[in-house]
């Protein structure tokens, strides 16, 4: 059956990539969470989409820029209204929350933009540091840093982020050595795509499905996971899906 993956947690209810919003997503049974890393001025590894952070704060500067100290003085409740004070979370603080719930996690390393050095040694230390090693999902746009994962860790699990026109993206795929296809909804409809993942032993994660009739398809299809902001919603549209 497809799993639900919580698109920056419950984002469709709670401040993006929070701990309020990998709470919630554990409590409407989701199966895995996805999130995105930064990484501050003194080294740390923060969970935040933007590189910036004017538009979940409302006060702009670069996280780079910022000492962790800094970004948690920060409240990041928008857009969401009835959240007070929400703090950007550690990457070590996500991992505390979720250890005991025994969800996956998919880690998106942002380092498209911001070349973060170090972060793919950083992100590989926290989680054995933390005993999460069999629980995460590592990503990026930046296929660089895919294969750099790799190279420091040979059994590391990792999906090929991509938005849109990639050809033959299952062939790329497999020559790039990862282990899971993560498209963008419109990616499947390519001839013969679960098809082609499929004789690349390659799953497929599929982002960002929230409407139902998105949900249905990808369950027709039968992709690996679909990553949505309503991991309530989607778990109630996959398990009729699968009654039928």
């Keep these: 059956m497809t799993k639900v993956w919580a698109h920056r947690g419950a984002s469709g209810y709670a401040p993006e990539n929070t701990l309020e919003a990998f709470a919630l997503a554990a409590e409407m049974g989701a199966d895995a969470v996805e999130l995105d890393v930064q990484m501050t001025r003194d080294g740390e590894l923060v969970v935040l989409h933007d590189e910036t952070t004017d538009r979940v704060s409302g006060v702009s500067g670069w996280v780079k820029d910022f000492s962790l100290a800094e970004l948690k003085r920060l409240s990041v409740n928008r857009p969401i209204p009835g959240y007070r004070a929400v703090q950007i979370p550690t990457l070590r603080e996500v991992y505390e929350l979720l250890k005991p719930t025994g969800l996956e996690i998919n880690v998106e390393l942002k380092t498209g933009i911001v070349f973060y050095p170090q972060m793919e040694e950083k992100v590989l230390g926290l989680a054995a540091e933390t005993g999460m090693e069999e629980r995460i999902w590592y990503s990026s746009f930046n296929h660089y840093t895919l294969r750099r994962l790799r190279e420091r860790k040979q059994d590391v699990r990792l999906g090929m982020l991509y938005a849109d026109g990639l050809y033959e993206a299952a062939k790329y795929a497999e020559g790039l050595g990862v282990d899971a296809l993560h498209p963008a909804l419109c990616n499947v409809q390519y001839p013969?795509?679960?098809?082609?993942?499929?004789?690349?032993?390659?799953?497929?994660?599929?982002?960002?499905?929230?409407?139902?009739?998105?949900?249905?398809?990808?369950?027709?299809?039968?992709?690996?996971?679909?990553?949505?902001?309503?991991?309530?919603?989607?778990?109630?549209?996959?398990?009729?899906?699968?009654?039928?």
């Design 192 to 244: 013969d795509y679960m098809e082609k993942a499929r004789q690349k032993q390659l799953r497929v994660h599929v982002w960002t499905v929230n409407e139902e009739c998105y949900l249905r398809q990808m369950a027709q299809l039968g992709v690996d996971a679909v990553i949505t902001n309503y991991p309530d919603r989607a778990r109630e549209v996959l398990g009729r899906s699968a009654e039928l």
